[in-house]
């Protein structure tokens, strides 16, 4: 995830929760609203330094779960037998 989505998050979570916003036609202008505000930023962030603020280094891609070699032994647990409570006499 890059920085101008984050901002594009909290602009987007923080106008819904001032203006109080419910049902889906309201949290949707919250969310054109804060996009618009982090393009903004980031357009005059990128004006003003002359670099791009989306680069590869800042990309945050979702890390795969480890994958288990094959080379380890799955552990396999047997389940235990039921036990039946005694009777009562």
Known sequence: MTPHCHLTELSTRQIAESAE?????QNKS???TGGRI???A???LESQTGKSVVTGAN???P???PVESA???VKVIKAAKAVKAPKKP
């Open 38 to 40: 982090a393009r903004h």
């Open 42 to 44: 980031r357009n005059q």
């Open 71 to 73: 080379a380890q032994p």
């Open 30 to 32: 919250a969310a054109q």
């Open 59 to 61: 990309d945050l891609s």
């Open 21 to 25: 916003a419910t049902g889906m036609a």
């Open 63 to 65: 890390v795969a779960p």
